[in-house]
């Protein structure tokens, strides 16, 4: 899916929401306003993910609403987008590597700290679903490659072509005109990151993508590596990203974004200083796109990003909607 169409579907009823949400949460707390948040009832359950998939937080809301917990329903939530081909950034149809080979990372996080991820895995739609039994079957956490492919077909997953005939048609153009090289864009990042809360409160992540169009063969983005592209803490919260991984692995954006709300901050708050850490060490630099996103333990979100375009989907009690990020650093 393209940012455009995000745009498109992002409602202004959305943007008014996550504008008065960002007012709220700039300002800096003093003790009590701290002490009245922690007295907030936590909104739960509660998922949250990166950009405007509806049916992956739809099927979410379905595991959580019906009592299960938080690990399952990020699990089967963005197994929605690995499944769906014309999602050309996750799972099966996701685009190439530069060698015409489809690779996908993934990760999963539990309330308990423990995780599991795959990394370069390649003629398996469902990375999320190895990287889990990573984490359940294994005394590993990261799997990779050859051997993580070895892995899943012992588990009994089964060996598909992950190319689509569009994405087949688009990497044969690619490289007729890219003299080979891999570049950086600001459009196209559309990696899932998911975060859910489920009734007992305990918190779950998954993050699942194909990662940058056309990367060098080989190459590893933050999605699949746990506080770089997904972190939880069931005391605080969780955070997670999409953009441009090599730099969110320069400041391992989403463990930092957690520990800046343990230390008090809003995911608000928390998100704005992840993407102005990067910022800082880009000096500048601004050609790429990053956008975080987080939840703490009572249910308030947040996104910021560098560019305007990055959106989230939220599904709670009180309603499911997409979110546009009208806070961004440019
Ligand atoms: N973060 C992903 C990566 O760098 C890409 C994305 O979000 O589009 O692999």
Redesign the pocket.
Known sequence: MERRKFLKNSSLTAAGLVSATTLASCKTETKSEAAAIAAIEPIKPIVVCTWNFLNATNKAWEVLSAGGNALDAVEQGVMVEEADVTNE?VGKGGRPDRDGNVTL?ACIMDKDGNCGSVVYLQNIAHPVSVARKVMEETPHIILAGKGAEKFAYEQGFKKEDLFTESTRKQYEEWLKTSKYETTINIE????IGMLAIDANGDIAGACT?S??AYKVGGRV???PIIGA?LFIDNEVGGAT??????E?IRTVGSFLIVELMRQGKSPQEACEEGVKRIMKKNKGRKDFQIGFLAINKNGETGGYCVHPGFTYREYSEKGHENREVISFYE
């Open positions: 950034t990372d196209n990042h559309d990696t993508t990662g940058m983005g933050d999605s592209g990203a999409t953009g441009v991984g090599e969110v």
